[in-house]
């Protein structure tokens, strides 16, 4: 195990809606980032956070928003649910472009 | 735009025999690659990375083997066992440990 922890493990929401996915970072870590992995593809980058700034993003809506907090664990908001934000969504935890440690991420089902 | 992807989405290996996975990277400019093992209901696994001063890197029944000239990374897995079936990314750091995925492998282990 990777000591990175992500809540909750499942998640049913209806097209419309808004979700918060939780992560907490493995201890010493000081950078969260976000993937979005659709079945059967590979994690799609969405966003990172350094010191509790955004610090990139990727091809992702404003809808998918995002906050780090003091002890460095992160949030993951999505608003407006779409049918094709349904996926596994990622956390991983590292010290800044040091070696990245996968949450056993969120499955998001979106009716 | 640049892309990570495999060429196998599916690698069935008889116990005990090597496998070998590849990947091809458009972006010339990469620099860092990493290979992770992703099994049923749990996150990425980091197994190996490389840099692209390097062509090849060794680890515990693992190498990862890198050709810059056409673009083309490969892991190979020694002596195959029921536990490496799993589905295998390589990714490519974009900076900043910003990661981009290929699609994934699936590899069946059969005895």
């Known amino acids: 195990e990777t000591g990175v922890t992500q809540s909750p493990t499942h998640l049913i929401k209806t097209r419309g809606q808004q979700v918060t996915l939780r992560c907490s970072s493995q201890s010493g870590h000081n950078t969260v980032s976000w993937y979005q992995q659709a079945l059967g593809q590979g994690p799609q980058f969405i966003f990172q956070?350094?010191?509790?700034?955004?610090?990139g993003r990727g091809n992702f809506p404003p809808r998918f928003s995002g906050l780090q907090f003091p002890n460095y664990s992160s949030e993951l908001n999505v608003n407006a649910l779409e049918l094709d934000d349904s996926a596994l969504y990622l956390c991983?935890?590292?010290?800044?472009?040091?070696?990245?440690?996968f949450g056993p991420g969120t499955r998001l089902t979106v009716l | 735009g640049e892309s990570v992807g495999l060429h196998l989405p599916t690698l069935s290996v008889q116990e005990g025999d090597n496998s070998i996975i590849n990947c091809a990277y458009s972006?010339?400019?990469?620099?860092?690659f990493i290979w992770y093992k992703q099994e049923s209901g749990k996150g990425p696994q980091f197994i190996i990375d490389i840099r692209s001063n390097m062509d090849k890197r060794q680890g515990q029944r693992v190498t990862v083997l890198l050709n810059k000239t056409v673009k083309h990374l490969s892991l190979q897995i020694a002596a195959t066992q029921p536990g490496d079936s799993a589905v295998y990314f390589c990714a490519e750091n974009m900076g900043w440990g910003k990661l981009q995925f290929g699609a994934g492998t699936q590899v069946v282990v059969t005895p």
């Open positions: 991983a935890s590292s010290s800044l472009a040091e070696e990245q440690f």
């Open positions: 956070y350094y010191r509790e700034e955004e610090n």
């Open positions: 972006n010339s400019a990469s620099d860092y």
